[in-house]
């Protein structure tokens, strides 16, 4: 089955700083590749998300990247705000009905102003 | 509109206790998904359910059953508590017909579990 490993666990940062944070997975057939916000106390929120057909998407301050030969993705996020504090997970999964994400370990992002 | 929904979201068990936690989504999705979050190991899937009167099971099934009687809500059961099941849990709901794709979920507030 897929797995999905994280780097790094934990990613202090100034505010202001980039930070980047990089998961690589197993499942060559895995095509969906989203990345979730988890604030304190509250469910993980989507924040961004990217297909196989896909290399690279942005959205303002985040950016996703996707390398499907090397099968790794990473997140970045520019001009990092104190807001930006957060627990962020990846996941991957094939689109197909019903199928579970398969998530990272999680990385807890920590930005000081 | 309110997403996704669980009650209750603090609940303290005693061992061999029994209890059950309920998810709706007023999106109409058809797949649902119930998730233990523990410290360090991310989210695992328990059961999933891919439309109403259809369950199978995840990556950590034992220890708990699932119901999907209506659309819009999906039960998650603990018949007999266990200590290792002190953990948070999400559900998380998926995909309306008629749509392209039909992976990305939506995910609840938890439910936050102890059992003693």
């Known amino acids: 089955g897929e797995n999905v490993e994280q780097h790094p666990s934990t990613l202090s940062v100034q505010e202001g700083d980039s930070a980047v944070i990089k998961c690589t997975y197993s499942d060559s057939a895995s095509n969906y590749f989203p990345w979730y916000k988890q604030e304190l106390g509250k469910g993980p929120q989507l924040i961004i998300d990217?297909?196989?057909?896909?290399g690279e998407k942005k959205d303002q301050r985040i950016a996703v990247t996707l390398n499907k030969t090397a099968k790794h993705f990473s997140l970045h996020i520019t001009e990092t705000q104190p807001e930006d504090s957060a627990v962020y997970f990846c996941a991957a999964s094939r689109n197909q009905a019903g199928t579970a994400l398969i998530f990272g370990k999680g990385t807890t992002l920590s930005v000081s102003s | 509109n309110a997403g996704v929904t669980q009650t209750p979201k603090f609940r303290v068990l005693k061992t061999g206790q029994s209890m059950t936690l309920l998810c709706a989504q007023d999106m109409n999705h058809e797949y649902m998904y119930w998730y233990r979050q523990d410290p360090g190991m991310g989210l695992r899937l328990i059961h999933y359910s891919v439309g109403e009167g259809t369950t199978a099971k995840g990556e950590v099934p034992d220890g708990y059953n699932v119901s999907r009687l209506k659309k819009q809500n999906f039960l998650l059961g603990l018949e007999s508590a266990a200590p290792s099941q002190t953990s948070v849990y999400f559900c998380?709901?998926?995909?309306?017909?008629?749509?392209?794709?039909?992976?990305?979920?939506?995910f609840g507030p938890g439910t936050r579990l102890t059992v003693l």
């Open positions: 990217i297909r196989s057909n896909v």
């Open positions: 998380a709901s998926s995909y309306s017909l008629g749509r392209a794709t039909t992976d990305t979920q939506y």
